[in-house]
């Protein structure tokens, strides 16, 4: 099986920056794409970032330019940076994780705990 844990959420006041981290662990053969959700209270879970293996990445249009998400191959990591934040990014924030395990010829999705983000002053 495979574990995804996510760190670095927290309280920051709008217009500061976070920097959340995501590692994946386990019988993994190889991680494809690895992303960022977010789920904020009321409403449905959204994509953030994405990363492709080779390292292309994809935003949501509120965050770009803003919010940066880049990985570690070897380390099975995915960091999102997130600057210049504002209240509307008050979200749990969700690590997914595309893996293929050792043994197997086919990938499957996998997704951490959360970890609450909330932007205050």
């Known amino acids: 099986q495979v574990q995804v844990v996510e760190f670095g959420g927290g309280l920051v006041q709008p217009g500061g920056s976070l920097r959340l981290s995501c590692a994946a662990s386990?019988?993994?053969?190889?991680?494809?794409?690895m992303g960022w959700y977010r789920q904020a209270t009321g409403k449905q879970r959204e994509l953030v970032a994405s990363?492709?293996?080779?390292?292309?990445?994809n935003y949501v249009d509120s965050v770009k330019g803003r919010f940066t998400i880049s990985r570690d191959n070897a380390k099975n990591t995915v960091y999102l940076q997130m600057n210049s934040l504002t209240p509307e990014g008050t979200a749990v924030y969700y690590c997914?994780?595309?893996?293929?395990?050792?043994?197997?010829?086919?990938?499957?999705?996998?997704w951490g705990q959360g970890t609450q983000v909330t932007v205050a002053s």
């Open positions: 386990g019988s993994i053969f190889r991680i494809n794409a």
């Open positions: 990363i492709t293996r080779s390292g292309s990445s």
């Open positions: 997914n994780v595309g893996a293929t395990l050792l043994g197997s010829m086919r990938p499957y999705s996998y």
